[in-house]
Protein backbone atom coordinates (compact mmCIF):
# COMPACT_ATOMS: atom_id res chain seq x y z
CA UNK A 1 0.00 0.00 0.00
CA UNK A 2 1.51 3.46 -1.17
CA UNK A 3 0.14 6.55 -0.98
CA UNK A 4 0.47 8.74 -4.11
CA UNK A 5 0.15 11.76 -5.50
CA UNK A 6 -1.26 11.53 -8.83
CA UNK A 7 -1.29 15.23 -11.10
CA UNK A 8 -1.21 16.62 -14.19
CA UNK A 9 0.82 20.00 -14.06
CA UNK A 10 1.99 22.94 -16.53
CA UNK A 11 6.15 22.64 -17.26
CA UNK A 12 5.95 25.87 -14.82
CA UNK A 13 4.48 23.98 -12.25
CA UNK A 14 0.95 24.53 -11.92
CA UNK A 15 -2.08 22.62 -11.59
CA UNK A 16 -4.83 24.69 -12.30
CA UNK A 17 -4.85 28.51 -13.43
CA UNK A 18 -5.29 31.28 -10.51
CA UNK A 19 -9.24 30.97 -10.90
CA UNK A 20 -9.29 27.25 -11.05
CA UNK A 21 -9.60 26.58 -14.88
CA UNK A 22 -8.47 23.03 -16.36
CA UNK A 23 -9.07 23.53 -19.82
CA UNK A 24 -5.27 24.29 -20.62
CA UNK A 25 -4.60 20.71 -19.70
CA UNK A 26 -7.22 18.70 -21.79
CA UNK A 27 -6.18 19.03 -25.27
CA UNK A 28 -2.39 18.01 -24.00
CA UNK A 29 -3.57 14.27 -23.78
CA UNK A 30 -5.97 12.09 -23.05
CA UNK A 31 -5.92 10.37 -19.19
CA UNK A 32 -7.12 7.21 -20.19
CA UNK A 33 -3.78 6.64 -22.76
CA UNK A 34 -1.86 7.27 -19.89
CA UNK A 35 -0.75 4.99 -17.19
CA UNK A 36 -4.29 6.65 -15.35
CA UNK A 37 -6.91 3.36 -15.76
CA UNK A 38 -3.99 1.05 -14.50
CA UNK A 39 -2.80 3.63 -11.46
CA UNK A 40 -6.75 3.82 -10.48
CA UNK A 41 -7.73 0.25 -10.36
CA UNK A 42 -5.32 0.18 -7.72
CA UNK A 43 -6.97 2.96 -5.65
CA UNK A 44 -8.73 2.51 -2.22
CA UNK A 45 -9.43 6.14 -1.45
CA UNK A 46 -8.51 8.92 -2.00
CA UNK A 47 -8.08 12.48 -0.72
CA UNK A 48 -8.88 15.89 -2.35
CA UNK A 49 -8.92 19.67 -0.73
CA UNK A 50 -11.56 21.67 -1.33
CA UNK A 51 -10.97 23.60 -4.19
CA UNK A 52 -10.78 20.92 -5.99
CA UNK A 53 -14.06 19.39 -5.09
CA UNK A 54 -15.31 22.81 -5.67
CA UNK A 55 -14.54 21.85 -9.54
CA UNK A 56 -16.05 18.84 -9.47
CA UNK A 57 -19.26 20.66 -8.01
CA UNK A 58 -19.32 22.91 -10.86
CA UNK A 59 -18.82 20.21 -13.18
CA UNK A 60 -20.81 17.83 -11.93
CA UNK A 61 -23.31 18.62 -14.72
CA UNK A 62 -20.90 18.03 -17.55
CA UNK A 63 -18.83 14.64 -15.90
CA UNK A 64 -22.46 13.35 -15.40
CA UNK A 65 -23.29 13.70 -19.82
CA UNK A 66 -19.59 12.74 -20.62
CA UNK A 67 -19.03 9.99 -18.35
CA UNK A 68 -22.98 9.09 -16.64
CA UNK A 69 -22.22 10.27 -13.26
CA UNK A 70 -21.51 13.56 -11.46
CA UNK A 71 -19.01 11.98 -9.21
CA UNK A 72 -16.11 9.58 -11.12
CA UNK A 73 -14.86 7.45 -8.03
CA UNK A 74 -16.13 4.47 -7.06
CA UNK A 75 -13.67 4.73 -3.91
CA UNK A 76 -14.45 6.34 -0.59
CA UNK A 77 -13.37 10.28 -0.69
CA UNK A 78 -12.00 12.92 1.96
CA UNK A 79 -12.80 16.04 1.53
CA UNK A 80 -10.78 18.78 3.50
CA UNK A 81 -12.03 21.47 4.52
CA UNK A 82 -12.90 24.34 7.00
CA UNK A 83 -16.32 24.93 5.29
CA UNK A 84 -19.80 23.88 4.59
CA UNK A 85 -19.66 22.38 1.69
CA UNK A 86 -22.31 21.19 -0.72
CA UNK A 87 -22.91 17.34 -1.25
CA UNK A 88 -22.70 15.76 -4.97
CA UNK A 89 -25.29 13.27 -4.79
CA UNK A 90 -24.42 9.49 -4.92
CA UNK A 91 -20.69 10.41 -3.93
CA UNK A 92 -18.77 8.42 -1.33
CA UNK A 93 -17.51 10.95 0.36
CA UNK A 94 -16.59 12.34 3.95
CA UNK A 95 -15.51 16.16 5.22
CA UNK A 96 -12.42 16.28 7.23
CA UNK A 97 -10.60 19.13 8.93
CA UNK A 98 -6.79 19.61 10.18
CA UNK A 99 -4.04 17.25 10.65
CA UNK A 100 -4.09 14.76 7.67
CA UNK A 101 -2.46 12.14 9.69
CA UNK A 102 -6.14 11.45 11.32
CA UNK A 103 -7.57 11.23 7.88
CA UNK A 104 -4.88 9.26 6.71
CA UNK A 105 -5.08 6.63 9.28
CA UNK A 106 -8.81 6.13 8.45
CA UNK A 107 -7.92 5.84 4.54
CA UNK A 108 -5.21 3.11 5.12
CA UNK A 109 -8.38 1.40 6.79
CA UNK A 110 -10.85 1.82 3.88
CA UNK A 111 -8.23 1.15 1.14
CA UNK A 112 -6.80 -2.28 2.81
CA UNK A 113 -3.79 -3.35 0.59
CA UNK A 114 -4.67 -0.53 -2.17
CA UNK A 115 -3.20 2.41 -2.77
CA UNK A 116 -4.38 5.87 -1.20
CA UNK A 117 -4.73 8.97 -3.90
CA UNK A 118 -4.17 12.63 -2.83
CA UNK A 119 -5.73 14.10 -5.62
CA UNK A 120 -4.27 17.26 -5.04
CA UNK A 121 -3.87 20.15 -4.65
CA UNK A 122 -0.26 20.84 -4.32
CA UNK A 123 -0.40 21.86 -0.46
CA UNK A 124 -2.30 19.01 0.75
CA UNK A 125 0.43 16.77 -0.52
CA UNK A 126 2.81 18.59 0.91
CA UNK A 127 0.73 18.19 4.12
CA UNK A 128 1.29 14.71 3.84
CA UNK A 129 4.47 14.91 2.54
CA UNK A 130 5.32 17.17 5.89
CA UNK A 131 3.80 14.11 8.22
CA UNK A 132 6.16 11.49 6.50
CA UNK A 133 2.99 9.89 4.69
CA UNK A 134 3.68 10.18 1.00
CA UNK A 135 5.32 7.64 -0.70
CA UNK A 136 5.20 8.69 -4.45
CA UNK A 137 4.80 11.57 -6.95
CA UNK A 138 3.38 10.57 -10.46
CA UNK A 139 3.57 14.01 -12.45
CA UNK A 140 2.10 14.28 -15.84
CA UNK A 141 4.17 17.52 -16.74
CA UNK A 142 2.15 19.08 -19.88
CA UNK A 143 3.68 21.15 -22.59
CA UNK A 144 2.56 24.26 -21.77
CA UNK A 145 3.02 27.24 -19.62
CA UNK A 146 0.52 29.20 -17.61
CA UNK A 147 2.99 31.50 -16.14
CA UNK A 148 0.67 31.57 -12.90
CA UNK A 149 -1.92 29.54 -10.75
CA UNK A 150 -2.39 27.13 -8.04
CA UNK A 151 1.11 25.38 -7.70
CA UNK A 152 2.02 21.57 -8.03
CA UNK A 153 3.84 21.16 -4.65
CA UNK A 154 4.78 23.96 -2.52
CA UNK A 155 7.05 23.00 -0.58
CA UNK A 156 11.34 22.55 -0.89
CA UNK A 157 12.40 18.45 -1.23
CA UNK A 158 15.96 18.29 -2.36
CA UNK A 159 17.73 15.14 -3.94
CA UNK A 160 17.96 12.53 -3.27
CA UNK A 161 14.65 12.32 -1.13
CA UNK A 162 13.31 12.20 -3.97
CA UNK A 163 14.22 9.59 -6.92
CA UNK A 164 13.34 9.77 -10.63
CA UNK A 165 12.27 6.24 -11.23
CA UNK A 166 10.53 6.50 -14.74
CA UNK A 167 10.09 8.93 -17.62
CA UNK A 168 7.33 8.29 -19.93
CA UNK A 169 6.30 10.23 -23.20
CA UNK A 170 3.17 10.37 -23.63
CA UNK A 171 2.91 12.24 -27.40
CA UNK A 172 4.04 15.72 -27.88
CA UNK A 173 1.90 17.25 -25.32
CA UNK A 174 3.05 15.05 -22.23
CA UNK A 175 5.83 13.47 -20.30
CA UNK A 176 5.18 11.51 -17.11
CA UNK A 177 7.57 11.50 -13.97
CA UNK A 178 7.34 9.31 -11.18
CA UNK A 179 9.37 10.13 -8.21
CA UNK A 180 9.58 7.35 -5.16
CA UNK A 181 9.91 9.71 -1.47
CA UNK A 182 12.73 8.36 0.37
CA UNK A 183 11.90 9.43 4.08
CA UNK A 184 15.18 8.47 5.58
CA UNK A 185 17.55 10.82 3.38
CA UNK A 186 17.44 14.71 4.66
CA UNK A 187 16.56 16.12 1.59
CA UNK A 188 13.31 18.90 2.88
CA UNK A 189 13.57 21.88 3.89
CA UNK A 190 10.11 22.91 4.87
N1 LIG B 1 -3.89 19.27 -12.77
C1 LIG B 1 -4.25 18.33 -11.89
O1 LIG B 1 -3.91 17.15 -12.01
C2 LIG B 1 -5.04 18.73 -10.69
C3 LIG B 1 -5.12 17.86 -9.60
C4 LIG B 1 -5.83 18.25 -8.49
C5 LIG B 1 -6.45 19.48 -8.46
N2 LIG B 1 -6.39 20.29 -9.55
C6 LIG B 1 -6.99 21.63 -9.54
O2 LIG B 1 -6.05 22.47 -8.90
C7 LIG B 1 -6.71 23.37 -8.02
C8 LIG B 1 -6.20 23.07 -6.61
O3 LIG B 1 -6.60 24.06 -5.78
P1 LIG B 1 -5.78 24.44 -4.44
O4 LIG B 1 -4.35 24.57 -4.75
O5 LIG B 1 -6.52 25.58 -3.85
O6 LIG B 1 -5.89 23.16 -3.52
P2 LIG B 1 -7.04 22.30 -2.80
O7 LIG B 1 -6.29 21.35 -1.93
O8 LIG B 1 -7.98 21.70 -3.80
O9 LIG B 1 -7.88 23.33 -1.90
C9 LIG B 1 -7.23 24.05 -0.89
C10 LIG B 1 -8.22 24.28 0.25
O10 LIG B 1 -8.57 23.04 0.89
C11 LIG B 1 -8.81 23.27 2.27
N3 LIG B 1 -7.80 22.51 3.02
C12 LIG B 1 -6.55 22.13 2.64
N4 LIG B 1 -5.94 21.43 3.61
C13 LIG B 1 -6.81 21.37 4.64
C14 LIG B 1 -6.77 20.76 5.93
N5 LIG B 1 -5.70 20.07 6.36
N6 LIG B 1 -7.88 20.86 6.70
C15 LIG B 1 -8.98 21.54 6.29
N7 LIG B 1 -9.07 22.14 5.08
C16 LIG B 1 -8.00 22.04 4.28
C17 LIG B 1 -8.62 24.77 2.50
O11 LIG B 1 -9.85 25.45 2.20
P3 LIG B 1 -11.15 25.67 3.15
O12 LIG B 1 -10.77 25.29 4.56
O13 LIG B 1 -11.47 27.11 3.00
O14 LIG B 1 -12.20 24.80 2.56
C18 LIG B 1 -7.66 25.14 1.37
O15 LIG B 1 -7.68 26.50 1.05
C19 LIG B 1 -8.20 23.13 -8.21
O16 LIG B 1 -8.69 24.02 -9.19
C20 LIG B 1 -8.29 21.72 -8.78
O17 LIG B 1 -9.41 21.52 -9.61
C21 LIG B 1 -5.67 19.96 -10.65
Same mark, same amino acid.
Given at each position: ???? /??????? &???? =???? $??? $????????????????????????????????????? =?????? %???? =???????????????????????????????? /??? &????????????????????? +???? &? =???????????????? *???????????????????????? *????? %??? /????? *? $?? +????
Amino acid at each position: MKTQ /YFAATSL &DGFI =ATEN $DSL $DWLFPLGDLNSSSYPAFIADVGALAMGSSTYEWMVRN =AEKLAS %EAGS =AWPYTQPAWIFSSRRLPIIEGANIRFVNGDVR /YAH &DEMRTAAGTKNIWIVGGGDLA +GQFY &D =AGLLDELIIQVGSATL *GKGKPLFPRRVLSPALRLMSVHQL *GTGMA %ELR /YEVHK *G $DP +GGDV
